[in-house]
């Protein structure tokens, strides 16, 4: 179950980094633009620091990270 948890976390990370890229493309002034942007860092951020964490045997690896995350997306 810890397993399942610990992919869920990382599948939901990558999903919320994904939608703020999304968010950002489509800003519509400048100040979106910098309010979406910094949003875009902290999601790239707390993934960063997920993966960091990671013990070798759990590490992602990059096809996870390239728009498929194993449950069908």
Same mark, same amino acid.
């Given at each position: 179950? !810890? ?9 939901? %990370? ?6 703020? &890229? +999304?968010? %950002? ?5 400048? +100040? ?5 942007? +910094?949003? %875009?860092? $902290? *999601?790239? !951020? *707390?993934?960063? *620091?997920?993966?960091?964490?990671? +013990?070798?045997?759990? $590490? ?9 995350? &194993?449950? &069908?997306?």
């Amino acid at each position: 179950m !810890a397993r399942e948890a610990h992919w869920a976390e990382y599948i939901a %990370l990558i999903r919320r980094r994904n939608d703020m &890229g +999304e968010t %950002l493309r489509r800003a519509w002034d400048d +100040e979106s633009r910098a309010v979406y942007g +910094e949003s %875009l860092r $902290k *999601a790239q !951020a *707390a993934l960063d *620091a997920f993966e960091a964490s990671c +013990e070798p045997e759990t $590490k992602p690896t990059p096809a996870w990270d390239a728009g498929w995350d &194993g449950w &069908g997306r």
